[in-house]
């Protein structure tokens, strides 16, 4: 008899039907992120994202998915404002994330989530910072997701110590 166990395991986020019942600084997030989409750069897809950070020095850090003609060097709205956080705010931990998302071409309505790579990405951030960052999905107009932390959307996140020494 082979040797297996079957496990599970369960995901828990918070459902909020309107902006309005966040709590007031997470409503102020969203609607950050909702300017964001104005610098998206998306002729392509037609599909703006916007995000914004929020640090713990009180600052908003803001990311909008950047599209080029060789289609695979853009980059997300997420990781533009991670990476950017990185690379201006050392040391400044994340506290939370908004990403919204709207389009010219269809209505969008539901929440968008991240793509895997950019889930990777918050995921590392939240590693090195030693603490877990509020993701806030708003679906403008519509319902808002908000987890506490990115183990909820990529439990198998890549998580190797040993490359670091
Ligand atoms: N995009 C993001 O900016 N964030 C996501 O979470 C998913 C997708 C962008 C990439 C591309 O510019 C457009 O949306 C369509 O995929």
Do not use: W
Request: charged content about 20%; hydrophobic content about 40%; some cysteine.
């Amino acid at each position: 008899m082979p040797i297996m166990e079957e496990k599970t395991f369960s995901i828990s986020f918070q459902e909020f039907a309107t902006i309005d019942e966040l709590p007031e600084p997470d409503q102020e997030l969203c609607r950050e992120a909702e300017k964001a989409l104005s610098s998206s750069y998306s002729p392509y897809s037609e599909f703006r994202v916007g995000a914004a950070i929020r640090l713990q020095s009180g600052q908003i850090i803001y990311g909008s998915n950047q599209e080029n003609v060789a289609f695979p060097s853009g980059l997300c709205a997420e990781r533009v404002a991670l990476f950017s956080t990185g690379a201006q705010h050392t040391g400044d931990p994340i506290l939370s994330i908004a990403i919204t998302a709207k389009s010219e071409k269809f209505e969008i309505i539901d929440p968008v989530s991240p793509c895997g790579a950019c889930l990777q990405v918050m995921g590392d951030f939240e590693q090195r910072q030693e603490n877990p960052i509020k993701v806030l999905l708003y679906c403008l107009g519509k319902r808002i997701l908000v987890s506490h932390g990115v183990a909820n959307f990529l439990p198998f996140q890549f998580i190797e110590q040993r490359l670091k020494d």
